[in-house]
């Protein structure tokens, strides 16, 4: 079946740890991203890829980095230097052509949890 | 700066009663408008989506209309269904690849 896949769902970080979370599609998309969404809050952008071997930061990019080194791919590492990391986390892709109505794919998310 | 917003916040009907989720966007510059669902604890699912040179969508139950001129999306939902409890998210697009999200409206059906 084609879509994104998140992992892990869920995962706990020490202090000072920087964790890795997965983001996989095959939906043969050039565009992916990922959204931060705290409880009862709306979706914030992070990072988005429009193509391989670039990314651009979305509006709260400070703690967190990204890479785009294959299409399918597009890991998030969040870094002890964002203060609350504590969230739910989402990456999405949609195709690169804005005029063609197409719509963004959302994986299942994971949960990051301080401890 | 594009600011999504929606309204009620929270919404909690009787099963079978028709309702109305409002979204409202500052920027009319944007390419389409979608609505999303999503359960507590899972991603998004898109329900509509609306091209900015359309007024209306329709799929099943559901229907979405656009006024791009004053800013403002209705999501319709007929004769709602237990089921039907989630959060419904607006999001609209515009130039480049970003997507610009409400904050959704929590809705109950009680049955």
């Known amino acids: 079946d084609g879509g994104i896949t998140q992992s892990p769902k869920y995962l706990f970080r020490k202090e000072g740890q920087n964790v890795t979370l997965s983001c996989e599609q095959n939906?043969?998309?050039?565009?992916m991203y990922w959204y931060r969404q705290d409880p009862g809050q709306g979706l914030r952008l992070i990072y988005y890829?429009?193509?391989?071997?670039?990314?651009q930061k979305g509006d709260i990019a400070e703690g967190y980095s990204v890479s785009r080194e294959k299409k399918e791919s597009f890991p998030l590492t969040v870094t002890s230097a964002q203060k609350n990391p504590t969230a739910f986390y989402l990456c999405a892709s949609s195709t690169g052509q804005i005029h063609s109505g197409n719509t963004i794919y959302f994986g299942e998310g994971s949960w990051l949890t301080v401890v | 700066k594009q600011e999504v917003t929606q309204i009620p916040a929270a919404l909690s009907v009787p099963e079978g009663e028709n309702l109305v989720l409002n979204c409202s966007f500052t920027d009319s510059a944007i390419y389409n408008l979608q609505w999303f669902r999503q359960d507590p604890g899972k991603g998004l699912t898109s329900l509509l989506l609306i091209q900015s040179s359309q007024r209306e969508q329709t799929s099943g139950r559901l229907n979405a209309s656009l006024d791009k001129s004053s800013g403002r999306s209705t999501l319709y939902i007929a004769a709602s269904q237990p089921g039907d409890s989630a959060t419904y998210l607006c999001?609209?697009?515009?130039?480049?690849?970003?997507?610009?999200f409400g904050p959704g409206t929590r809705l109950s059906v009680l049955p």
């Open positions: 890829s429009q193509i391989v071997n670039d990314f």
């Open positions: 939906l043969n998309h050039d565009a």
């Open positions: 999001a609209v697009r515009q130039g480049g690849q970003n997507f610009v």
